[in-house]
């Protein structure tokens, strides 16, 4: 985009989601499977430790051990005028 280097552009989050990796058994050659699980409806000022305290606390609800959590934010990009 022609001249965009010199636009201010603003990211304004409007969402966030959790995500988690759990294990899902082995395949046929033995290697870990992980199914995703997610958590929507993310407040946008949470922090960071909290997100992973809620996925651990989960994590301790399910059969399944936690492999990666995640933080998907979904945002609006506003240049400015």
């Known amino acids: 985009m022609k001249g965009a280097e010199n636009m201010t ?3 304004n989050p409007t ?10 058994g082995t395949n046929a050659l033995g290697a870990m499977q992980t199914k995703s699980t997610s958590v929507g409806s993310v407040r946008l000022d949470a922090e960071a430790a ?3 305290a809620v996925t ?3 994590g301790e609800l399910m059969s ?12 609006e ?3 400015a005028e």
């Open 9 to 11: 552009v603003s990211k």
């Open 56 to 58: 651990e606390a989960i």
């Open 77 to 79: 990009l506003d240049k």
């Open 15 to 24: 969402s966030l989601k959790l995500s988690m990796d759990v294990e899902n």
């Open 64 to 75: 399944h051990a936690v492999v990666n959590v995640y933080v998907t934010e979904k945002a």
């Open 50 to 52: 909290k997100c992973l």
